[in-house]
C-alpha cells in the first residue's frame, strides 16, 4: 500500500496503483524479480507494448481506465470517442483553464501532476532515492563537473503515475537547453521498484538539460523513463525563450520521473513539502501548483 500526503485536505490518501498486483510480483517475489531482471527491464518489452498503445486496437482499454481511476475527462480537449489510440488518450491535452498557476517571478510551481518529495542541502553523492538508498549527481547525468555546482542544492522529484496527467512544463521563464540522451533500462518507478533497485534512476533511460530560467538560476531537467514508457518527447526548441508553464514535453504509456536540480540559495521550498520528504511520504500536486519560492 502506497500512502501520499493530500496538502489540501492534509491528510494521507492510499494510492490506486495500476497494475499494483503485477508491479509487486515484477519486484516482491523470487520469479518475477528474476523475469523482470532477464526481461521485462529491457528496451524489446516497453517497445512492443508502446506500440500496441499506438494501434487503434488499444482505444478500447480508454473507457475503463477512466472509470476504475476517476479520470475527470471534463478538463482534456478531447473528448472520449476523438483519442485515436490508447496512446492518444495517455498524452491527453488538457484545456488552459484546468491548470491555473501563480504567474508571479517569485513562486515557484509544480512542472507537472504526480506525487513530489524534495530535499535541501543535498550531497551530490548522496541524493536520497527511499530511505538507505542513495545515488549520485554525476552517475545520473554523467557529468562530473556540471554536478559539483549543485552541492547543497535543492532536489525536487516528481513521479508521475499512468494515471496522471503525462506531460511535464516550464517552471520557470527562460532560455532551455538541448536535452542529452543517456540510454539504459526500463525499471518501474513505483515506490516498491525503488525499494529494491539500487540507483534506479541512475540505470533508467533518461534525458537532461540545463534550463537557464530568468529567476531561479541554471535549473537541471533530469525525465527518467520506466517500464512501458517507450518514448519521452521533447517538445520544446533548444535555445528559444520559454514562457512560465509552457510545455516541456512529454511521456508515452507508462509510469515516470521528472527530476530538478536547483543550486544553493536560489529557491525554497514549501515546508509542508519538506516535512513530509523527511517522513518518506510524497506529496499529491498538480502542475502549476505553488511548491516554493525565490529566496
Not at 84 to 101: G, H, K, M, V, W
Amino acid at each position: 500500500m502506497i500512502k501520499v500526503y493530500n496538502r489540501k485536505t492534509n491528510t494521507y490518501e492510499e494510492e490506486k496503483v495500476a497494475g499494483g498486483k503485477y508491479i509487486t510480483w515484477c519486484y516482491a517475489s523470487p520469479i518475477g524479480k528474476s523475469l523482470t531482471e532477464l526481461l521485462i527491464k529491457k528496451k524489446l518489452v516497453s517497445k512492443l507494448y508502446g506500440k500496441y498503445c499506438d494501434t487503434k486496437l488499444s482505444k478500447r482499454k480508454i473507457k475503463t481506465f477512466i472509470d476504475d481511476f476517476d479520470i475527470d475527462m471534463g478538463i482534456t480537449t478531447k473528448k472520449l470517442d476523438e483519442f485515436s489510440s490508447f496512446n492518444d488518450f495517455f498524452i491527453r491535452q488538457l484545456t488552459n483553464e484546468a491548470r491555473p498557476f501563480n504567474t508571479d517571478i517569485k513562486t515557484l510551481i509544480s512542472p507537472g501532476d504526480g506525487r513530489l518529495l524534495a530535499y535541501d542541502n543535498i550531497s551530490m553523492n548522496k541524493l536520497i532515492q527511499v530511505k538507505n538508498l542513495t545515488y549520485s549527481l554525476s552517475e545520473l547525468l554523467g557529468d562530473d563537473k556540471i554536478a559539483q555546482e549543485y552541492e547543497g542544492g535543492i532536489c525536487i522529484v516528481l513521479r508521475l503515475c499512468p494515471t496522471d496527467y503525462h506531460r511535464f512544463h516550464f517552471v520557470d521563464s527562460g532560455i532551455p537547453g538541448k536535452s542529452k540522451f543517456i540510454n539504459g533500462s526500463y525499471y518501474s518507478v513505483n515506490p516498491t521498484a525503488l525499494e529494491r533497485i539500487p540507483k534506479l534512476y541512475c540505470q533508467n533511460k533518461r534525458e537532461w538539460s540545463l534550463f537557464k530560467s530568468d529567476n531561479f538560476g541554471d535549473i537541471i531537467h533530469v525525465e527518467v523513463g520506466a517500464t512501458c514508457v517507450g518514448t519521452i518527447v521533447q517538445t520544446y526548441t533548444p535555445g528559444q525563450k520559454v514562457k512560465k508553464g509552457e510545455e516541456k514535453g512529454y511521456f508515452k504509456f507508462g509510469g515516470s520521473t521528472t527530476i530538478l536540480f536547483f543550486k544553493k540559495d536560489t529557491i525554497s521550498i514549501s515546508d509542508d513539502i519538506l516535512i513530509q520528504s523527511s517522513l518518506g511520504f510524497e506529496c499529491k500536486v498538480s502542475m502549476g501548483e505553488t511548491i516554493g519560492n525565490k529566496k
